[in-house]
């Protein structure tokens, strides 16, 4: 499975982005796909998923209440709608795709390229 994120950008604090994460390949109902971002100087930090069969998701407690993470089986896509944006939430934000939520990112065998937020006053 391929995976491929866009919709980053610059945004001003408290405003909004969706990102998307469009996977090529089969997504099994048993896969994760799964939202990391990292800052500079940082470790990358498991921000949010979704598990592709039952929808049930996952959110860290940095971005609840602000993030939602949505899919849509049609378009084989994992959305990432980010409101209320912080001057924390600058990233890199990238997908991946594994089995199981873990915050260590050797459990994702699959990633995509990533895509830049940037938030700004």
């Known amino acids: 499975v391929q995976l491929a994120e866009s919709g980053g950008g610059s945004v001003q604090v408290g405003g909004s982005l969706r990102l998307s994460c469009a996977a090529s390949?089969?997504?099994?109902?048993?896969?994760?796909i799964v939202w990391f971002r990292q800052a500079p100087g940082k470790e990358r930090e498991l921000v949010a998923g979704i598990r592709w069969g039952y929808g049930t998701t996952y959110y860290a407690d940095s971005v609840k209440g602000r993030f939602t993470v949505s899919r849509d089986k049609a378009d084989n896509t994992v959305y990432l709608q980010m409101n209320s944006l912080k001057y924390e939430d600058a990233a890199l934000y990238y997908c991946?795709?594994?089995?199981?939520?873990?915050?260590?990112?050797?459990?994702?065998?699959?990633w995509g390229q990533g895509t830049q937020v940037t938030v700004s006053a």
């Open positions: 390949g089969r997504l099994y109902s048993s896969h994760v």
């Open positions: 991946a795709r594994g089995t199981d939520y873990s915050g260590s990112p050797a459990s994702y065998p699959s």
